[in-house]
């Protein structure tokens, strides 16, 4: 078949499957409040969990850093575009994770498939759970290391795992791979027990909190923090600045022998263009936010709070998240999109998640809340979802 005539195919089948994805197009900035497809939208589909992304003190540390360093980076960071933005940004990822040091990526997809494949090769073995985000999943099986995935959160399972892989190996070495909070489900990893495991097989454990920091711990350090575990426990910590920072970009923090082998050895951090300084300016900004107002963490509480009292009573499953991704199981593709497009209707925009980034019959609303948000906002969307949900 013809190439174009084989890819036409294969499209077809997404739509057939409702699986099908569309892009919309938002004319406004990030904010409960925007303009999506040319419509007032209230949105609860961005990761902007403590509404950092618009915040006046970002955006002037953004324009101030841009005036003064240009656009773009120029360079790699080994090259010559490694600035002294970026520099500061790193010492304050290190002092706020309480980790010796913390090296930036262009993205979080970016940070996990350098880490991995830096750190892993033929002779290692990988164990993940398997709902895993696509990034650390992709990284396992492109670092060439014995590779397998354990059920979702059972420490038992990952043990059964982590006994068959470790016996196997002669040369090699571990590493467990989890979220910290899942991006599609909102739970967290029992992370305590799974640094236990990781020592217990000399393995390293590496935790994706792309969702918790900002968001969870006293300080918003995220969970690993939140759970009180060292550099020690978890010696590989990835962190994202396009959630709840509002930017962009991501960053590895651990040991200083970690953040200089991935310098070293880490292609997808050495081949690549610096990100441009005045965005790590404007993360420093969000970091400074994060720490001077903990009232946005509170708020955000709050908030997730009341959705969750509330929404118990919904004819649909609420997934166990006290994070501010809140999923509303739906289960067929089908059904999932008729609601998101029934809410679509009614001003209300959710996230219609779909297989392969959730399991068969898992499709669900993905809800996110924000500090950003009021409380009216809450209650419009509790009212639509149960007029929708209901008939
Ligand atoms: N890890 C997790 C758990 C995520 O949810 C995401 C983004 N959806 C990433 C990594 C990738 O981060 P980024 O968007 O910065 O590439």
Not at 150 to 158: E, I, K, L
């Amino acid at each position: 078949m013809e190439l174009e005539a084989l890819l036409s195919a294969r499209l077809s089948e997404r739509k057939r499957e409702h699986r099908y994805r569309y892009r919309r197009v938002l004319s406004s900035a990030q904010g409960p409040r925007g303009v999506v497809d040319g419509k007032a939208m209230l949105s609860f589909a961005s990761n902007d969990y403590l509404g950092l992304a618009n915040h006046p003190k970002v955006t002037e540390a953004l324009t101030a850093a841009a005036k003064h360093c240009g656009v773009g980076s120029g360079a790699s960071h080994l090259v010559n575009g490694h600035s002294h933005e970026h520099h500061q940004l790193e010492e304050a990822l290190a002092e706020f994770t309480g980790r010796d040091r913390a090296l930036l990526f262009g993205s979080g997809y970016m940070a996990n498939l350098a880490c991995i494949t830096a750190l892993m090769s033929r002779s290692d073995w990988v164990l993940e759970d398997r709902l895993n985000h696509a990034s650390l999943l992709d990284a396992g099986l492109h670092s060439g290391a014995a590779f397998k995935r354990y059920q979702h959160n059972s420490v038992g399972d990952a043990q059964k795992w982590a006994e068959r892989l470790s016996g196997k190996q002669v040369s090699g070495h571990g590493m467990i791979v989890t979220d910290g909070v899942f991006s599609m489900d909102g739970d967290v990893a029992p992370l305590n027990a799974l640094s236990d495991l990781a020592q217990s097989h000399n393995a390293w454990l590496m935790v994706d909190d792309a969702h918790g920091f900002g968001v969870l711990g006293p300080k918003g350090a995220g969970c690993v923090d939140d759970m009180g575990l060292s550099q020690q426990q978890v010696p590989i910590l990835m962190g994202t600045l396009g959630k709840a920072l509002g930017c962009y970009g991501a960053f590895i923090a651990g040991s200083d022998v970690l953040i200089e082998s991935l310098i070293q050895f880490a292609r997808p951090y050495i081949y690549t263009t610096a990100t441009p300084p005045a965005i790590a300016a404007a993360a420093r900004a969000a970091l400074k936010l994060v720490e001077l107002e903990p009232q946005r963490r509170e708020c955000l509480n709050q908030h997730i709070a009341y959705f969750r009292r509330e929404a118990e009573h919904l004819p649909v499953t609420l997934l166990p998240s006290h994070s501010p991704i809140q999923p509303l199981l739906i289960g067929d593709e089908e059904s999932t999109m008729a609601i998101a497009q029934g809410l679509e209707s009614r001003g209300i925009l959710v996230g219609a998640i779909r297989p392969p980034t959730v399991p068969n019959g898992t499709a669900r609303l993905r809800i996110t809340l924000s500090a950003s948000h009021t409380t009216d906002d809450i209650t419009q969307l509790l009212e639509v979802l149960h007029s929708h949900l209901s008939t």
